[in-house]
Structures are given as C-alpha cells and as structure tokens.
C-alpha cells in the first residue's frame, strides 16, 4: 500500500508562514475531496485540524488552511505561534486490491 | 463531549494473541464507522482498519490483513482488535478513531481520537 509523500520536516520564525505538501493523492480522492491533516502533539491523541481538503473543524484556528492541485494537497499554517510545534499527518484513500486508508509518513514543524 | 477510552495493551511475547477494546460514549456510536490507527515507536500513523457501523463492512492494512480481525458491539458501545500471531513490528501504540460523518465507510476524516493503549511485542 503506497504512502503519501511529505516531507520530513519543515520550519519557520514566530508569525511566518509555512506549507506543508503532501504528494500521491489518488484521482478518486481528489475529486471527492477525501483528503485530511491531522495534528499530533507527543503524548496526547491526533487532532482533525482540515477535512475535505479545505474545511476546518469547529475550534480550529482559521490560521490553518487546505488546498490541493493536481495529486497533491497543502497544509498552510499563518501566523505561526509556539503551540503549533508538533507532527503533522495528511491522509487520504488509495486505490489498491481493496480500499483502504493511508496516511502520509508525517511533517515535523519547528517553530524557531 | 465525545470519549473514546482504549484498553487492553500491554507486553506480549512474539506469536501470541491480545484483544483491544475501546470504549465509547457520548455519541451514537451505532451510527458511525469507527478505525483502528496505529503510531510505531519513532515512526508515522499508520491506519490498520476499518468497520462500519453496523459491523458489515470490515477493511484492513496489508500488514495485518489475515491476523488482526476488527469488530463492534453496538448494544455495548464498544469497537474491538483482536490481535493473532503478533510480531515484533507490531509494537505500538494502537488509537481508535471516529468517522466525522454519519454511515461512512472508509472516509479519511476521524474527527475524535482516544489517547491510545501501547502494545509492546517482546521475548
């Protein structure tokens, strides 16, 4: 089952911004925006920050948003603040033998 | 507020077996398919399956397919994973997770997290 492709790490100052990619979106997956970004803090449980490509969650900080083009989807964090130094996970359906969900091997941002 | 408690990991020697509950509340549990997600030491998520929430559709991550079986009990509240023939790479620490939206089936939205129970496989 192929992964998504993010980068391992990524990194910005206080009040900069920073984009997350995310590569190997299925044309399926695109097109019924089945794609997501989670969170993760060590030690505490993931946390849904973008669905269908673009929406956020009642709670999440509209310094967070979603996009996509092509097979690829992008978390963009404005405005970057201490707090949002964790891992970052987008996921996605694949096509293989059977359905299935994969995630992508994960972002960690450094707030500098 | 939505709680999703997981329970029963723990140290198991290589080929046994280990059942993880997780129990819900707080929601119509018996409205939303439910998934097991899974995070390595020093490692990514990795997704390990899916069952929708009348238990009639079951999906599962090549690497577990044929040795871990997921399943619910609705009047319970409760999703299962029962683990066979575990392995050392099996070590983790295993969440389930809630869909986002109502009778879905593998969407790749979990809009809740519980905070997770450790399997450790060692001899």
């Known amino acids: 089952q192929s992964a998504l492709t993010q980068p391992a790490s990524v990194s910005g100052s206080p009040g900069q911004s920073i984009t997350i990619s995310c590569t190997g979106i299925s044309s399926d997956a695109g097109t019924y925006k089945l794609v997501s970004w989670y969170q993760h803090h060590p030690g505490k449980a993931p946390r849904l920050m973008i669905y269908?490509?673009?929406k956020r969650p009642s709670g999440v900080s509209n310094r967070f948003s979603g996009s996509q083009s092509g097979n690829t989807a992008s978390l963009t964090i404005s405005g970057l603040q201490a707090e949002d130094e964790a891992h970052y996970y987008c996921c996605s359906n694949a096509r293989s033998s059977t359905p299935h969900v994969v995630f992508g091997g994960g972002t960690k941002l450094t707030v500098l | 507020q939505v709680q999703l408690v997981e329970s029963g990991g723990g140290v198991v020697q290589p080929g046994m077996s280990l059942r993880l509950s997780c129990a819900a509340s707080?929601?119509?549990?018996?409205?939303?398919?439910m998934h097991w997600v899974r995070q390595a030491p020093g490692k990514g998520l990795e997704w390990v399956a899916v069952?929708?929430?009348?238990?009639?559709?079951?999906y599962y991550a090549d690497s577990v397919k044929g040795r871990f079986t997921i399943s619910r009990d609705n009047s319970k509240n409760t999703l299962y994973l029962q683990m066979i023939s575990l392995r050392a790479e099996d070590t983790a620490m295993y969440y389930c997770?809630?869909?986002?939206?109502?009778?879905?089936?593998?969407?790749?939205?979990?809009?809740?997290w519980g905070q997770g129970t450790l399997v450790t496989v060692s001899s």
């Open positions: 707080e929601f119509t549990f018996s409205s939303y398919g």
């Open positions: 997770a809630k869909d986002l939206w109502i009778q879905q089936l593998l969407s790749p939205h979990f809009d809740y």
């Open positions: 269908e490509v673009s």
């Open positions: 069952i929708s929430y009348d238990g009639s559709n079951k």
